[in-house]
């Protein structure tokens, strides 16, 4: 079992439109790097997205994309993809995080431990959109 978390095999989230990278410069004209802003900056990266879009990041340390520290602005309504977040990086909004959970699942004891009713409540609910 293999939990590819980069999206770059089969496992892991797709891509579902071009990454948005967003760099200060300081006055030396240099690259400001690990900038934590004071409020969040909203960006949008999808003109249409579907309710299974998700705002995430590129974390070079995990070479993975990764919803922390994402927030979607708009989760219940149609149309673009909004999403807040302190901290300038690579951004993209991806889908297919179920594969992923999926995938940890599988690959985990879980399913040893856990009765099909509390698999199908672990599924269940919104907290998915935080991802």
């Not at 900038?35 to 997205?49: H, K």
């Not at 990764?66 to 708009?74: D, L, Y």
């Not at 149609?78 to 977040?85: A, E, N, Q, R």
């Not at 889908?95 to 940890?104: E, L």
């Amino acid at each position: 079992c293999s939990s590819d978390l980069a999206g770059s095999t089969g496992g892991g989230p797709d891509l579902e439109g071009q990454p948005v990278s967003i760099t200060i410069f300081g006055p030396d004209g240099k690259e400001l790097k690990g900038v934590t802003l004071p409020e969040p900056i909203e960006m949008v990266l999808l003109p249409n997205a579907s309710k299974d879009s998700k705002c995430a990041f590129w974390d070079e340390e995990a070479s993975a994309w990764s919803g922390e520290g994402m927030e979607r602005v708009n989760p219940d309504e149609p149309g673009p993809l909004i999403c807040s977040s302190t901290h300038l990086t690579i951004f993209a909004a991806v889908t297919g995080v179920f594969k992923v959970i999926a995938s940890v699942l599988l690959c985990s004891n879980v399913q040893a431990i856990l009765s099909a009713q509390a698999l199908a409540k672990l599924v269940a609910g919104t907290w998915h959109r935080h991802v």
